[in-house]
T-cell receptor, first 113, second 111 residues
Framework: AAGVIQSPRHLIKEKRETATLKCYPI?????VYWYQQGPGQDPQFLIS???????DKGSIPDRFSAQQFSDYHSELNMSSLELGDSALYFC????????????FGPGTRLTVT | GESVGLHLPTLSVQEGDNSIINCAYSNSASDYFIWYKQESGKGPQFIID?????DKRQGQRVTVLLNKTVKHLSLQIAATQPGDSAVYFC??????????FGAGTTVTVRA
């Protein structure tokens, strides 16, 4: 079965650089969520989109922005990167409607040096 | 995740035994809970979910129990196998579908 695809899988950036993470949800899933997971931490909700509109916002820094496109893929844009942004970034998708189930991608490991 | 937490950060289990992983939550308004399994370097993998109108749900080798009176959630894994070694998170739906995760329990299966 098709799963959530994230790219790139690994990314190394320097402080103050920008990064763009991409997420391709499971086909026919219209809702996308972004989570950040620091080392040894639980995933923290950043932002979500439903039908290309932002549906909810969590602990996402103002330096980050995201959007969902017409084909339902989503991109997380991160600017002025800081060392503390080093983490695993997960995208999850959901079929929406009355389903709360979220299916996670393999994640992008971002390292800021 | 401040509103969902696990009682034990680590659990060591003998292969073939049953495992019980516990989770306490504080948001009485939560109406949906999920257990995820996360292996090293991978994304959380959906195991089983339960809605607040149920107190028990069974899957393949897994059972989730929900006690709303004491706000407690547990995951039982029958006949634990080496492949079950991972970090297990409980998560609750707190608002508009987004999930709040607990701190995770690392399960190690001894051969």
């Amino acid at each position: 079965a098709a799963g959530v695809i994230q790219s790139p899988r690994h990314l190394i950036k320097e402080k103050r650089e920008t990064a763009t993470l991409k997420c391709y949800p499971i086909p026919r899933h219209d809702t996308v969520y972004w989570y950040q997971q620091g080392p040894g931490q639980d995933p923290q909700f950043l932002i979500s989109f439903y039908e290309k509109m932002q549906s909810d916002k969590g602990s996402i820094p103002d330096r980050f922005s995201a959007q969902q496109f017409s084909d339902y893929h989503s991109e997380l844009n991160m600017s002025s990167l800081e060392l503390g942004d080093s983490a695993l970034y997960f995208c999850a998708s959901s079929p929406g409607g009355e389903s709360y189930e979220q299916y996670f991608g393999p994640g992008t490991r971002l390292t800021v040096t | 995740g401040e509103s969902v937490g696990l009682h034990l950060p680590t659990l060591s289990v003998q292969e073939g035994d049953n495992s019980i992983i516990n989770c306490a939550y504080s948001n009485s308004a939560s109406d949906y809970f999920i257990w995820y399994k996360q292996e090293s370097g991978k994304g959380p993998q959906f195991i089983i979910d339960i809605r607040s109108n149920m107190d028990k749900r069974q899957g393949q080798r897994v059972t989730v129990l929900l006690n709303k009176t004491v706000k407690h959630l547990s995951l039982q894994i029958a006949a634990t196998q080496p492949g079950d070694s991972a970090v297990y998170f409980c998560a609750e739906n707190i608002d508009d579908y987004k999930l709040s995760f607990g701190a995770g329990t690392t399960v190690t299966v001894r051969a």
